[in-house]
């Protein structure tokens, strides 16, 4: 029972650890909204073979 969720301190923890950039296949949701609040936007890459 500390303060804020465990799912919030998720999306913010990289950022607090000054990681910049995130490079992965996907994101959950979480990760994909938080970042918005910070500054930080997401954006996905497609690794298909169109891509």
Do not use: C
């Amino acid at each position: 029972m500390g303060p804020g969720s465990s799912r919030d301190w998720a999306a913010k923890g990289p950022r607090l650890l000054g990681i910049r950039v995130v490079i992965a296949e996907s994101f959950e949701r979480i990760h994909r909204s938080k970042p918005d609040w910070d500054g930080d936007p997401a954006a996905g890459v497609s690794t298909g073979r169109n891509a």
